[in-house]
């Protein structure tokens, strides 16, 4: 088995630069709160004009943990009114 010398370079990369710079600032996300809206009313208008519940249990489920997430992104009066009428609608659905 051949040994490696500095002069081969490393096979596994060990000779570049860091990827990973400890002193660079961390990058945030932060959507654009309209867009947010948007997908949130669009969503709260689907549970609304429906009957039942317009999703299968594995989507009901996906939205009932995504939606309050993505309302944190809102003011938080205008966060929990979404909440709270989200949360109600489901409830009259699986109700039904």
Do not use: C
Not at 4 to 11: F, K
Not at 19 to 30: G, H, I, Q, T
Not at 72 to 80: I, T
């Amino acid at each position: 088995m051949a040994r490696h010398t500095r002069d081969q370079g490393d096979l596994f990369g060990n000779d570049q630069p860091e990827l990973f710079d400890e002193s660079a600032a961390p990058r945030a996300y932060a959507p654009d709160p309209n867009d947010v809206r948007t997908e949130l009313h669009r969503l709260l208008a689907e549970v609304k004009a429906a009957k039942t519940l317009p999703w299968p249990p594995r989507e009901v489920t996906y939205y009932r943990k995504v939606f309050p997430q993505m309302a944190g992104w809102l003011p938080d009066d205008e966060a929990n009114q979404l909440r709270f009428e989200f949360a109600e609608e489901l409830a009259r659905l699986e109700a039904a």
